[in-house]
């Protein structure tokens, strides 16, 4: 998602799902964007078990950078494809209740939040006819504001509504058997084998399992990763026997 034009040709494809009738809803991170915004402020980058360590100054520039930008140029992209795409935030609407969460193993990482409820009324009421397009962020009942891992808010959000499927968009090919070989993908996995892997999963792939995990429990039929740097890769997953990715369902 770091390459334009494999942001466009993903904003053509969630514009084609709405025009054949499906709900598409968007869910969004930026990990690559803040850290650059970080290093330019001078902030010290630190990441815990795929979470982003997280002081107020952090939230606030992956607030700016995935609201303010991130956010944007998505929203943008699908508008000039020819569907009306909604940008939200968690804050939009009361969308996300967050709450301080930790890494893995208890460690502190700040203001890292997960999502303790999802106001789905309002996104019914705009998934019928827009396309939203929301950004990982949001804030608690105090008011104190939390930076969300955007596999925790797309996982969530999938949860919530009940979803038929979820689809997570990354820089690998899938879930890696061996994380320094990129053709050890597998393919299918169900929900409780990767259950029992999570302890051995380091770094970003981390919170995305255990998203698709949290999907399939909540009655999600299938969680999907998928290699994003492949063009139209949503679509070849969704519309091929094959699939491209990793494909995790409950266990039968
Ligand atoms: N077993 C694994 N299979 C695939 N990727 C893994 C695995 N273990 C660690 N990773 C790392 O997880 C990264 C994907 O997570 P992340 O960078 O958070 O993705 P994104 O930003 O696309 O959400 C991969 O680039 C890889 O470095
Ligand atoms: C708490 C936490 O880790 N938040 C993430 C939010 C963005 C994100 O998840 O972006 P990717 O999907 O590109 O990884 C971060 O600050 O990087």
New binding site residues.
């Given amino acids: 998602m770091e390459d334009p034009e494999l942001r466009e040709d993903f904003a053509r494809d969630v514009v084609l799902l709405k025009y054949v009738g499906m709900n598409p809803i968007v869910v ?5 964007d ?1 850290t650059s915004y970080m290093e330019r402020l001078g902030l010290p980058v630190e ?1 815990v078990g ?3 360590v ?1 002081d107020p100054a952090t939230v606030e520039v ?1 607030k700016m950078v ?1 609201v303010g930008k991130v956010n944007k140029d998505i929203v943008g992209r699908i508008n000039r494809h020819g569907q009306a795409a909604i940008g939200l935030s968690g804050d939009d609407g009361r969308l996300f209740v967050c709450e301080r969460t930790s890494a893995p193993g208890g460690q502190d990482v700040g203001f ?1 939040g997960r999502i303790a409820k999802v106001n789905t009324e309002l996104l019914q009421h705009i998934a019928g006819d827009y396309i939203p397009v929301i950004a ?1 962020v949001g804030a608690d009942r105090e008011g104190n504001s939390y ?5 925790e808010a797309a996982g969530a959000v999938a949860r919530a509504l009940k979803a038929y499927k979820v689809l997570f968009l990354t820089d690998v090919s899938g879930w890696l058997a061996d994380p320094s070989d990129p053709s050890s993908r597998i393919s299918q996995a169900d929900a409780d084998t990767v259950e029992e892997a999570l302890g051995t999963i380091a770094g ?1 792939m981390r919170p995305k399992l255990q998203a698709c995990i949290d999907a399939i429990h909540g009655g999600v039929t299938a969680a999907h990763i998928v290699d994003g740097r492949l063009p139209h890769s949503i679509i070849l997953e969704l519309f091929t026997n094959e699939g491209i990715g990793t494909k995790i369902r409950a266990a039968s």
């Fill in positions: 969004h991170g930026g990990g690559p803040i990441f795929g979470l982003r997280s992956a995935l890292v990982s930076n969300v891992n955007a596999d970003g």
